[in-house]
């Protein structure tokens, strides 16, 4: 069962435009999210987190939103470079400790 | 000056052999895991340990067996290997001293830093 979900297995997009991923989850109880990075043949590198407490997170050209009432989360990449393209999981937590639940990744590709 | 480093990074073996992968971070973290990344990419957390106590085991089956001999080790034993443990598997370590319950005290607590991963393909 899975309880994070990211429908979109790739994204293409042309550089300098914006980069939006999504996720969705099906537990009430998470409140903490996150956002990894992959690069092939790498481990998953932590982009960018949100708490429940807050809708919306920002650093630098990534910015988190999340909406509990929809148990939606979004990745917003403005402006997207080559250089971001990778595979994008996004976690949630419940707050019972360090486990966390990933989506299958979304597979984004910035066109020069 | 690796942060979370496994070894073998590919491993090649005949069903019913034992094998181990190693894992070691430097970051002075409390708790480790492994997660089992399976062909369909979904990333799924097998074991967690803080302090080298074992403190999250899912349905994973018994051939497989977590062993922390520090805190800055978490190995995984396999036996009898089948074909369907082919997979990518990933050490992951955060600060967090979490003993099982009750939430992080932080962010940067939970914040799972990942080691490069093991390819494991079973023949």
């Known amino acids: 069962d899975q309880q994070v979900k990211q429908n979109s297995p790739s994204l293409s997009v042309q550089e300098g435009r914006i980069s939006i991923l999504n996720c969705d989850y099906t537990?009430?109880?998470?409140?903490?999210f996150l956002w990894y990075k992959k690069y092939p043949a790498e481990g998953p590198t932590f982009l960018i987190s949100?708490?429940?407490?807050?809708d919306k997170n920002e650093d630098g050209r990534f910015t988190v939103f999340l909406n509990k009432s929809a148990k939606h989360l979004s990745l917003h990449i403005v402006p997207s470079q080559p250089g971001d393209s990778a595979v994008y999981f996004c976690a949630a937590s419940a707050g019972t400790g360090n486990q966390f639940y990933f989506g299958t990744g979304t597979s984004l590709t910035v066109i020069p | 000056d690796t942060a979370v480093s496994q070894t073998p990074k590919y491993l090649v073996t005949q069903m019913g052999n034992d094998k181990s992968i190693k894992c070691e971070q430097n970051?002075?973290?409390?708790?480790m895991y492994w997660y089992k990344q399976d062909s369909k990419k979904f990333l799924k957390i097998m074991f967690s340990?803080?302090?080298?106590?074992?403190?999250i085991n899912e349905t994973v089956p018994n051939r497989f067996s977590p062993k922390s001999p520090d805190k800055a080790h978490l190995n995984l034993h396999i036996n009898s290997l089948e074909l369907g443990d082919s997979a990518v598997y990933f050490c992951?370590?955060?600060?967090?001293?979490?003993?099982?319950?009750?939430?992080?005290?932080?962010?940067?607590?939970?914040?799972?830093?990942f080691g490069p991963g093991t390819r494991l393909l079973v023949l």
């Open positions: 340990y803080n302090n080298k106590e074992l403190i």
């Open positions: 992951a370590s955060s600060q967090g001293a979490w003993a099982g319950q009750g939430a992080p005290t932080s962010s940067v607590e939970e914040t799972q830093y």
């Open positions: 970051l002075g973290h409390d708790t």
């Open positions: 537990n009430s109880m998470f409140d903490y």
């Open positions: 949100i708490s429940s407490i807050k």
